[in-house]
């Protein structure tokens, strides 16, 4: 039982440089969702997905796209990096009403822009 | 500005000792869950409340949800070091808005 899959585990980059962070889940959830983790900030919201297809911005997506082609995969794409994307980057999702029923989380991407 | 606050932010305490850990806010929720995280993971869910005023257990783990769904607490009864973690609150605002508070990390001394 995978759960939630996150890839890289690490990742360091450039400023300017772009990348993929990937996130797979085998639970069949419809809603999946990208956080991002600072020390005293706690998770804030990136995107989200209700659904393939459907995608709507969190509380902080400025730098950040998503796509949703398969209920499965949910990346999140950095365009061009700069150092105030360096955080801990978690994926979550959950069934239908997932804000009751509670979010799967993987386990991070840890990302450093220099 | 934070919509949930957590306190104490750091929390140290002995092998044995009750801790009670709060989670505050002034916007109403129609549900308020509360996670565990230990280092490297991705938080892990321990409950959910709904209900004003509802108290839940799980095991030595007590909580509670305030009568306005403005707040929570969560009470550990003779805390044990596998209870070392971050502890994280977290408001839902809908289906599918989860607000999380700033988390407290508490250390458990054996």
Redesign the interface.
């Known amino acids: 039982n995978a759960g939630?899959t996150q890839t890289p585990k690490f990742q360091v980059l450039k400023t300017g440089q772009s990348m993929t962070l990937q996130c797979a889940q085998d639970m069949n959830h419809e809603?999946m969702?990208w956080?991002r983790q600072d020390p005293?900030?706690?998770?804030?919201?990136i995107h989200?997905s209700?659904g393939a297809g459907i995608t709507d911005q969190g509380e902080v997506p400025n730098g950040y796209n998503v796509s949703r082609s398969t209920t499965e995969d949910f990346p999140l794409r950095l365009l061009s990096a700069a150092p105030s994307q360096t955080s801990v980057y978690?994926c979550?999702s959950s069934p239908?009403?997932?804000?009751?029923?509670?979010?799967?989380?993987?386990?991070?991407t840890r990302l450093t822009v220099v | 500005t934070q919509l949930l606050e957590q306190s104490p932010q750091f929390l140290s305490i002995q092998e044995g000792e009750n801790l009670t850990v709060y989670c505050n806010s002034s916007s109403v929720f129609s549900s308020l869950q509360w996670y565990r995280q230990e280092p490297g993971e991705g938080p892990v869910l321990l409950v959910t409340v709904v209900t004003g005023g509802e108290v839940k257990k799980l095991k030595r783990l007590t909580f509670q949800f305030g009568d306005a769904r403005k707040d929570s607490s969560l009470h550990i009864t003779a805390a044990q070091p596998g209870d070392t973690g971050l502890y994280l609150c977290a408001g839902a605002r809908g289906a599918n808005n989860l607000f999380f508070g700033t988390g407290t990390r508490l250390t458990v001394i054996p």
């Open positions: 939630v809603y969702s956080y005293g900030m706690g998770l804030r919201l989200y209700v978690f979550a239908p009403q997932g804000s009751y029923y509670g979010y799967t989380f993987g386990s991070g």
